[in-house]
């Protein structure tokens, strides 16, 4: 009898420091774990545009049934994802993208609408024509995500004539890329409306330098993410810390999805964009049940692997016992 053939899937992600990324490993080796013909490795880059290049080219040469990248960057990491191409592995990217379409597959949340969605709630939580002023506070400027969120937001938001974004602060995604250029921008013009972050660990940023000033029950704050947990965006909201968040989901089952199928030879989508949604006071304790729920499933389902795991072993000792007392 042919024994089912073994694959592995090689990620690369982008840094592990933060719980969205851990998240997005979790959901993966979930997925993973329903699939016993498959093997999931994972490297973490660590911010390290280099060390992200070197570790994807590891995987080319050990030869990767899939490989899965999460870059930090667009520019610097298409040339080694197009190389991993003509090697004929087909390579799924995830969250942030590269440049052109040289790739297998995308997945993730389509972050201009993200944008979009910010700018909007602000719209229908102001009353019409009351002048607004507004600060954004951006990603990492070379990774697409920040780009993306920033055009969807400018776009709506200059369709208002009476809507304006005073400032903008270049972040980098953390929370330390916040504190001090907002602290000196609130010292130096009239305190803003509303603030958007990019996401909820600089919205989070945001809010301890708005509380410092006195001024965290005048400015609305709304990130993105949306993680579920403690310090994530849903429990801010639910803080009231943040006004509201947009939910970024990880897409990280998704993509070991897209992985099974290139490797069951299906066709698949080469765009797969995931749904996002604002989380505000008003449905947040729905959302919370929801995720609740999910992650008792996925505890349960954990649970019952290790079961799994334990009968196999015991079945496997058991055998060899019997094997050896019937002289096989
Ligand atoms: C996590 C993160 C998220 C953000 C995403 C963008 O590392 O910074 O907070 O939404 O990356 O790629």
Not at 21 to 26: A, L, P
Not at 143 to 164: C, M, T
Not at 265 to 288: C, R
Request: without cysteine; negative net charge; proline residues 3%.
């Amino acid at each position: 009898q042919k024994q089912e053939d073994i694959y592995t899937i090689g990620f690369v992600q982008a840094m592990t420091s933060d719980n969205w990324r851990k998240e997005m490993n979790r959901a993966m080796k979930v997925e993973t774990s329903m699939h016993p013909n498959l093997n999931l490795e994972i490297k973490d880059a660590h911010n390290d545009v280099d060390r992200q290049i070197a570790q994807i080219e590891d995987f080319i040469e050990k030869g990767v049934d899939v490989l899965i990248v999460s870059p930090i960057q667009s520019v610097p990491i298409t040339p080694v994802i197009e190389k991993a191409m003509n090697a004929g592995i087909p390579t799924i990217v995830i969250d942030r993208k590269i440049e052109g379409s040289n790739y297998t597959a995308y997945v993730g949340a389509n972050n201009v609408e993200i944008g979009e969605n910010a700018a909007n709630y602000i719209i229908s939580n102001s009353n019409p024509g009351e002048e607004l002023k507004l600060i954004e506070i951006t990603g990492l400027q070379s990774s697409s995500p920040a780009y993306e969120r920033s055009q969807g937001f400018r776009k709506v938001i200059s369709n208002q004539e009476n809507i304006e974004v005073v400032a903008t602060i270049a972040g980098d995604w953390e929370k330390t890329s916040v504190n001090k250029n907002l602290q000196s921008l609130i010292d130096s013009i009239e305190a803003p409306d509303f603030i958007f972050a990019h996401n909820d660990r600089m919205a989070m940023g945001a809010w301890e330098v708005a509380r410092s000033e006195n001024l965290a029950d005048s400015i609305q704050i709304i990130g993105v993410d949306g993680l579920f947990g403690p310090s994530g965006g849903i429990q801010l909201v639910k803080e009231n810390i943040l006004a509201a968040t947009v939910l970024y989901p990880t897409g990280g089952a998704e993509a070991i999805k897209l992985a099974t199928q290139l490797l069951a030879g299906d066709n698949i989508e080469k765009n797969n964009i995931l749904n996002t949604v604002v989380i505000d006071k008003v449905n947040v304790d729905i959302m919370q049940n929801q995720f609740n729920k999910m992650n008792q499933q996925q505890n349960d389902i954990e649970q019952q692997q290790s079961v799994i795991k334990e009968q196999i072993a015991t079945y496997n000792s058991q055998n060899y016992l019997l094997k050896i007392m019937v002289g096989l």
